[in-house]
T-cell receptor, first 114, second 113 residues
Framework: DVKVTQSSRYLVKRTGEKVFLECVQDMDHENMFWYRQDPGLGLRLIYFSYDVKMKEKGDIPEGYSVSREKKERFSLILESASTNQTSMYLC?????????????FGDGTRLSIL | GNSVTQMEGPVTLSEEAFLTINCTYTATGYPSLFWYVQYPGEGLQLLLKATKADDKGSNKGFEATYRKETTSFHLEKGSVQVSDSAVYFCALRVTGANSKLTFGKGITLSVRP
């Protein structure tokens, strides 16, 4: 089974801090994704990566950056955390090749910015 | 652009009731369609999928048929269980989208014993 592991289930940080959310997958997947999930808004794509050192903006990249130095690891960075970034963050990965390849999700990190 | 519209929730049903969750889409191209489920405290997991018109995806008693003429992919189950209580997301992917998924807003299903 594919395993996508997010480093923290719950995280509390302060406004202005630099925050790192880590995600690791164990299936050699090329594609990795970061979403945020908010009530009434569903999942919104922040950034994604289809190869090491490659990244593309999703629908809501403002206030975030990402890093992918190794194939299995995809980091989401909040450069200067703000209260409106309090949310559930979900990481996913998928293999390249065919539109029917599913994305595999981690269990999420619930981030609170005080 | 691409978008997915799900019916408004939440939905509350009694055990063994029939379930329909509506999903319609707009897409620039020929999409593949997915239903994902999120159980409490967990991430999303793929429930079922369909990749071409008239395909029926099925899993765990759930079914959805890809209807190109009505651009719909409604989720159904004949008899829900308490363990089906979760959030359900409809999603699509189109060719050349670097495996990006477009999700609906999700709907919360609660099943009473």
């Amino acid at each position: 089974d594919v395993k996508v592991t997010q480093s923290s289930r719950y995280l509390v940080k302060r406004t202005g801090e630099k925050v790192f959310l880590e995600c690791v997958q164990d299936m050699d997947h090329e594609n990795m994704f970061w979403y945020r999930q908010d009530p009434g808004l569903g999942l919104r794509l922040i950034y994604f990566s289809y190869d090491v050192k490659m990244k593309e903006k999703g629908d809501i990249p403002e206030g975030y950056s990402v890093s992918r130095e190794k194939k299995e690891r995809f980091s989401l960075i909040l450069e200067s955390a703000s209260t409106n970034q309090t949310s559930m963050y979900l990481c996913a990965s998928s293999i390249t090749g065919g539109m029917n390849q599913p994305q595999h999700f981690g269990d999420g990190t619930r981030l609170s910015i005080l | 652009g691409n978008s997915v519209t799900q019916m408004e929730g939440p939905v509350t049903l009694s055990e063994e009731a029939f379930l329909t969750i509506n999903c319609t889409y707009t897409a620039t191209g020929y999409p593949s369609l997915f239903w994902y489920v999120q159980y409490p405290g967990e991430g999303l997991q793929l429930l079922l999928k369909a990749t071409k018109a008239d395909d029926k995806g099925s899993n765990k008693g759930f079914e959805a048929t890809y209807r190109k003429e009505t651009t719909s992919f409604h989720l159904e189950k004949g008899s829900v269980q308490v363990s089906d209580s979760a959030v359900y997301f409809c999603a699509l992917r189109v060719t050349g989208a670097n495996s990006k998924l477009t999700f609906g807003k999700g709907i919360t299903l609660s099943v009473r014993p």
